[in-house]
């Protein structure tokens, strides 16, 4: 097999299904806010989130997130992410965003700015941007419940699906307390993902599938701890969606410790992602070439991921069609 190139990689019309927008915040971005509202760091900007565990990384995001604290700063925040996407080739991603995060914005006021921020971004020409908005494991059950009402009274087309994140070893165990949410966001037609065996172990994994009734699981690569969760990811063909550079930095002392070889070999589907590229300074040109490296990829491999992720994406099927046209026509000349 012959590698892919820097160049071929770069050129690859992409999809990614796990990118958080709150991980997207560039250096810069942050100084400019915290001068702003008059907030000192609580490390220089450029370290802000050189921490070594998910407690500390998820209070970071907490305080960067709740510098944003009106409508056209957030809209510009979803812009941003927007045009690095565009650099990366990126045609289409599907961007988790959590409201307990964004501490200065209500729900409505959150997600009506970045709808509007990607409406812009695709009269720009740099792609299309959809949203999933999270809820946080630690919330209440009727917490998960009155945001999956709040999405059906919005109908923000931009909202594709549900996800849910969070420190899993924190808050123990979930998947029987949002079981109810997740129902509902099926029955309104909601595309449903999780977090899960990331921080929790295969049994996160088991939840996801069983109780809320996900079809992908971002994360997920703990699921071959257990054989009983590993049958359940092949038999329901779940979609995995991996951040190799994330997990390494939280799961992995390095990459030849992590799964994912066991996971193809298996034959579980997955896809690659970068989860918060900015937070840890990655990109998803990078992650694709990592992949390509550690598993012995060529071009041929890097394109069949992304009809992959094509594949397990929440948008319409003619969206899923045109998505497939465009990687076919650009990979055939």
Same mark, same amino acid.
């Given at each position: 097999?012959?590698?892919?190139?820097?160049?071929?990689?770069?050129?690859?019309?992409?999809? !990614?299904?796990?990118?958080?927008?709150?991980?997207?915040?560039?250096?810069?971005?942050?100084?400019?806010?915290?001068?702003?509202?008059?907030?000192?760091? &609580?490390? &220089? =900007?450029?370290?802000?989130?050189?921490? %070594? +565990?998910?407690?500390?990384?998820?209070?970071?995001?907490? *305080?960067?997130?709740?510098?944003?604290?009106?409508? &056209?700063?957030?809209?510009?925040?979803?812009?941003?992410?927007?045009?690095?996407?565009?650099?990366?080739?990126?045609?289409?991603? !599907?961007?988790?965003?959590?409201?307990? $995060? *964004?501490?200065?914005? #209500?729900?409505?006021?959150?997600? #009506?700015?970045?709808?509007?921020g990607f409406d812009r971004a695709e009269a720009d020409g740099l792609g299309d941007f959809r949203l999933l908005p999270s809820v946080l494991r630690q919330q209440t059950e009727q917490e998960a419940r009155q945001l999956v009402a709040w999405i059906e009274g919005a109908a923000l087309d931009r909202i594709v699906g549900l996800s849910i994140d969070g420190n899993e070893a924190a808050a123990g165990r979930t998947g029987p307390r949002f079981a109810s949410a997740y129902a509902e966001a099926g029955?309104?037609?909601?595309?449903?993902?999780?977090?899960?065996?990331?921080?929790?172990?295969?049994?996160?994994?088991?939840?996801?599938?069983?109780?809320?009734?996900?079809?992908?699981?971002? $994360?997920?690569?703990?699921?071959?701890? %257990?054989?009983?969760?590993?049958?359940? =990811?092949?038999?329901?063909?779940?979609?995995? +969606?991996?951040?190799?550079?994330? +997990?390494?930095?939280?799961?992995?002392?390095?990459?030849?410790?992590? &799964?994912?070889?066991?996971?193809?070999?298996?034959?579980?589907?997955?896809?690659?992602?970068? %989860?918060?590229?900015?937070?840890?300074?990655?990109?998803?040109?990078?992650?694709?070439?990592?992949?390509?490296?550690?598993?012995? *990829?060529?071009?041929?491999?890097?394109?069949?991921?992304?009809?992959?992720?094509?594949?397990?994406?929440?948008? #319409?099927?003619?969206?899923?069609?045109?998505?497939?046209?465009?990687?076919?026509?650009?990979?055939?000349?």
């Amino acid at each position: 097999m012959t590698p892919p190139s820097g160049e071929q990689i770069r050129a690859l019309p992409k999809v !990614e299904l796990h990118v958080h927008l709150e991980g997207t915040f560039r250096p810069e971005r942050v100084a400019e806010l915290a001068t702003l509202v008059g907030e000192a760091p &609580p490390r &220089p =900007v450029d370290q802000l989130f050189d921490v %070594d +565990n998910l407690a500390d990384f998820l209070d970071t995001l907490d *305080w960067v997130c709740g510098l944003v604290r009106d409508e &056209p700063t957030a809209e510009q925040v979803a812009h941003d992410f927007a045009a690095y996407a565009h650099d990366q080739g990126i045609l289409y991603a !599907e961007v988790i965003v959590n409201p307990t $995060h *964004w501490s200065g914005l #209500s729900t409505e006021e959150l997600f #009506s700015a970045c709808a509007q921020g990607f409406d812009r971004a695709e009269a720009d020409g740099l792609g299309d941007f959809r949203l999933l908005p999270s809820v946080l494991r630690q919330q209440t059950e009727q917490e998960a419940r009155q945001l999956v009402a709040w999405i059906e009274g919005a109908a923000l087309d931009r909202i594709v699906g549900l996800s849910i994140d969070g420190n899993e070893a924190a808050a123990g165990r979930t998947g029987p307390r949002f079981a109810s949410a997740y129902a509902e966001a099926g029955r309104i037609g909601l595309g449903r993902t999780a977090h899960a065996g990331e921080s929790s172990g295969a049994e996160g994994v088991r939840d996801a599938i069983e109780l809320l009734g996900v079809s992908r699981i971002d $994360h997920g690569v703990r699921c071959g701890e %257990d054989p009983t969760a590993l049958a359940l =990811v092949l038999e329901h063909d779940i979609t995995l +969606n991996v951040c190799l550079t994330s +997990n390494c930095t939280l799961l992995y002392p390095n990459l030849d410790s992590h &799964p994912i070889r066991d996971l193809a070999d298996a034959g579980v589907r997955f896809t690659i992602n970068t %989860d918060d590229p900015e937070t840890l300074g990655i990109t998803l040109c990078g992650e694709l070439q990592l992949a390509a490296d550690h598993l012995g *990829w060529d071009l041929g491999d890097l394109i069949a991921a992304q009809h992959r992720a094509i594949d397990a994406a929440f948008c #319409s099927e003619v969206d899923k069609d045109a998505l497939r046209r465009r990687l076919d026509q650009t990979v055939g000349t």
